[in-house]
């Protein structure tokens, strides 16, 4: 987890933003954040966490501009609607059982929704995949039961939190299986999965298609971007107004670029 969430700081900080070959889709990627835990904290070696307080700001710094966060599923929805102006995704990986105490009371606030992408052989366990820092509990099946009653939208993490391409033995597994557990719980399709490690190749995009997911999130963008492979923001506690702004802003030159680069094909 480490080494991943370091690479999503320099791919942020260095890359270019471009979307490269891969992305079927006609319009530009949505600007989508992502998140995974929400509580007070001292140490977090692997970057993952938000003090309730910065996550607080987050999310007005995003009402105070006429943006709304909702789920990956409504955004997506809305989107091919044509009504996806001023929408963001906004998306918490892992499933911490943090997000129903500290993270959703905010959401409410601001009439947002939310993506929780959920481990679904972990459930009620905690991140033993992280051999460093603070036990952090995950949610149980009552109570991702409970989020997707309240209109949290449920997606899925895999089955065990491993990086799909060094698991081709048990891919159906992770994302087929974790699929159907979470169907069972939430009495509701899962139509989402999100990429543990942000880390996929041309078959484990092609087992979450032939999945029946709708879309997939990774992190960033690849040469597999696509609705199936959705590249996403990372948002960190460091993420105070400034630099919120410069990330929505590279992403809002990504998108130029991207589409210039449609023009000049299609010229």
């Known amino acids: 987890m480490a080494q991943t969430i370091n ?16 992305d079927t ?7 989508v954040l992502m998140y995974h835990s929400v509580e ?8 993952v966490t938000v003090s309730p307080p910065r996550f607080s700001q ?39 059982a943090d997000f129903t105490r ?34 952090k509990r995950l949610m149980g ?5 409970d989020l997707a009653r309240a209109g949290i939208e449920i997606g899925s993490h895999g ?25 069972d719980i939430t009495g509701e399709p899962v139509g989402g999965f999100c990429y543990p490690y942000g880390d996929l190749d041309a078959a484990a995009l092609a087992q979450v298609r032939e999945a029946g997911y709708d879309y997939g999130c990774a992190i960033w963008p690849s040469a597999y971007t696509s609705q199936h492979a959705l590249p996403r923001t990372y948002i960190g506690e460091a993420d105070t107004a400034p630099r919120l702004w410069a990330k929505s802003a590279r992403h809002r030159l990504a998108r130029m670029h991207r589409r210039a680069r449609e023009h000049d094909r299609t010229a």
């Open 159 to 183: 089955l065990r939190h491993v990086r799909l391409p060094a698991a081709r033995d048990v891919l159906a597994e992770e994302v087929d299986g974790s699929r159907r557990i979470l169907q």
């Open 58 to 96: 987050q999310m007005r710094w995003l009402a105070r501009r006429g943006l709304r966060g909702v789920s990956i599923r409504d955004l997506l929805a809305a989107r091919a609607a044509g009504a996806g102006k001023g929408l963001v995704g906004l998306t918490f990986d892992d499933g911490y």
């Open 25 to 31: 889709a006609d319009a530009p990627m949505p600007l």
């Open 141 to 145: 099946a009552r109570e991702v039961r």
């Open 102 to 135: 500290h993270a959703l009371p905010v959401l409410r606030r601001h009439g947002f929704g939310a993506t929780v992408f959920v481990i679904a052989g972990r459930l009620g366990g905690d991140n033993a995949w992280d051999p460093e820092g603070p036990r």
């Open 40 to 47: 007070p904290h001292q140490a977090d070696p692997y970057l």
């Open 7 to 22: 690479d999503a700081l320099i791919q942020e900080n260095t890359g270019d933003g471009r979307i490269r070959a891969g």
